[in-house]
Each structure stands twice: as C-alpha cells, then as structure tokens.
C-alpha cells in the first residue's frame, strides 16, 4: 500500500494562475479531506469528501473547487491562486467518520503564490 | 464552534526528562474525540494517541499518555524518556462523535525540542 500520496510535492504559482493539487489514496476509504497549514497556525479544513460524488464545505473553503468521481481520488482545484493561498496543503483519508477511524495524511505539498 | 487552545508555542527539554504538552479546547457537544498529532520536520502527519470524552481512563501509547480533564475542557499530553525522535511540532486536534464525515479541528502547534 502507498497509503496517501500527493503530487507535486512543491508548487510555484503565479497570481492569477489556475492549477489542480493531486491527491490519491490506495486503501479504499470512503472519507477523504483537504487542509491547508500556514504558520503558526493548525491545520483548517478547506474540503471533505464522504464517498465518490459527495464532497462538501469545510471551515475555509473559498478559492477552492473539489469533485470526486471515484473513491480513490479528491483532486483540489485553485481557479484562480492569490498570494493568501500560500501554504502547504495536506489530504488525508480515513474508512469511515469517527474518530475511532484513524486519519491516515498525505506528505504534503508547499504551494508558494508570488 | 469549536476552539482549541495551545499556549505553549515551544517547548525544550533534556533527552530522557518528562514533558508536559498542555491543550484546551472549548465546545459544548457531550461526546467527541481528542488527538494528539507529531509533525516531525518531514511535514509528515502521525497520530500519537486519541481519547474519546466518554472514556474515563486516559489514553497511553507507550511513553505517551494523555492526562484528559472533562470538566476543565484540558487534554494534556505527558511524553516520559523523552527522545531525540520525538522532536517535532504537536499539534492538539478535537473532532465531534458524530457529524457524518470526520473534521478535525486543531490548535496552533507546539514546537518541541529534545536536546542531547
């Protein structure tokens, strides 16, 4: 098993400019998050997934577009990158909603918008 | 909403002492879970121990254990024979029992060191 993988690892963008953040998971979980992580503070929820088709809002979702077509995949998009977006962002998944579900996480990746 | 609170922003201590990571948080649901993560400077993510509000009896894993104080809304983390390994960022992390999809909600890190 890879576990969570996320690609790329480092990211450089321009304002404006639009990408897609890739994240993908071998274990067969239905639940699967995006967080991002700026200094000095915790991770915050931006997106959640609870199944292939179902994805929802979390604490700071604006700027960010997610879709799920299989349960395998949860790829996050930036329409648009502001400087704001600079941060590393982390995906993680997990076989069901409790916490007795450990959230297994993604390396990472550090996104820079100049 | 949900907060939780890390006052301790680093921490140092000699390999093999004791340290006490603090935590608090604030909500008013009667059932969740609490976590405690490691982010080693891999930026990997990596539960050390979890706690749910219904369990009277702490949670330990090893040379980890928690000190979880309902009433009080605290959730400690005590670390004994610290180690050179275990210095990383702690991050303390609450999540309600249930809400149909797993979302953590973490505090600001403490960044631990553990010197030789």
């Known amino acids: 098993n890879a576990g969570v993988t996320q690609t790329p690892k480092f990211q450089v963008l321009k304002t404006g400019q639009s990408m897609t953040l890739q994240c993908a998971q071998d274990?067969?979980?239905?639940?699967m998050s995006w967080y991002r992580q700026d200094p000095g503070m915790g991770l915050r929820l931006i997106h959640y997934?609870?199944?292939?088709?179902?994805?929802d809002q979390g604490e700071v979702p604006n700027g960010y577009n997610v879709s799920r077509s299989t349960t395998e995949d949860f790829p996050l998009r930036l329409l648009s990158a502001a400087p704001s977006q600079t941060s590393v962002y982390f995906c993680?998944?997990?076989?069901?909603?409790?916490?007795?579900?450990?959230?297994?996480f993604g390396p990472g990746t550090r996104l820079t918008v100049t | 909403a949900q907060t939780v609170t890390q006052s301790q922003p680093e921490m140092s201590v000699q390999e093999a002492e004791t340290v006490t990571l603090s935590c608090t948080y604030d909500?008013?649901?009667?059932?969740?879970?609490l976590f405690w993560y490691k982010q080693p400077p891999s930026r990997q993510m990596i539960l050390v121990i979890r706690?749910?509000?219904?369990?009277?009896q702490n949670a330990t894993e090893n040379r980890f254990s928690v000190n979880f104080q309902k009433a009080a809304k605290s959730f400690s983390l005590k670390i004994s024979d610290s180690q050179l390994g275990d210095t990383a960022m702690y991050f303390c992390?609450?999540?309600?029992?249930?809400?149909?999809?797993?979302?953590?909600?973490f505090g600001q890190g403490t960044r631990l060191t553990i010197n030789p």
């Open positions: 909500t008013s649901e009667s059932n969740y879970y």
């Open positions: 992390a609450f999540m309600k029992q249930t809400q149909g999809a797993q979302k953590l909600v």
């Open positions: 274990m067969n979980h239905e639940y």
């Open positions: 993680a998944s997990s076989s069901g909603p409790t916490g007795e579900n450990e959230q297994y």
């Open positions: 706690q749910e509000a219904y369990k009277q």
């Open positions: 997934s609870v199944g292939a088709g179902i994805t």
